[in-house]
């Protein structure tokens, strides 16, 4: 399976990464600082450009879409509890 045992270890680093794992996280249960993580395993973050271009594609169409839908909803809407609203008091 392994050479070496830190072959073991570098696989679970990279794992994790690839996974979506926040990197101070992984960072913190490697025993490294973010600084030592991102030094030796770097280009396993960089690997996942394709992913990573999704997450942020979804994101904005997110954001845009949440702003046009905030846009066209009504300010007074009301608890959506099935009643009608009171009317406000004068």
Do not use: C
């Not at 679970?12 to 030094?39: C, D, I, W, Y």
């Amino acid at each position: 399976m392994a050479r070496r045992p830190y072959d073991l270890r570098h696989a679970n680093a990279t794992m994790q990464l690839s996974a979506g794992v926040n990197p101070l996280e992984v960072a913190k249960r490697m025993g490294h600082t973010v600084k030592v993580l991102f030094a030796v395993y770097a280009h396993w973050i960089e690997a996942d450009e394709d992913a990573v271009n999704a997450k942020i594609e979804a994101a904005f169409d997110a954001a845009v879409l949440g702003s046009v839908t905030s846009a066209n909803t009504p300010v007074n809407d009301g608890p959506h509890t099935g009643h009608t609203p009171l009317p406000a008091a004068a």
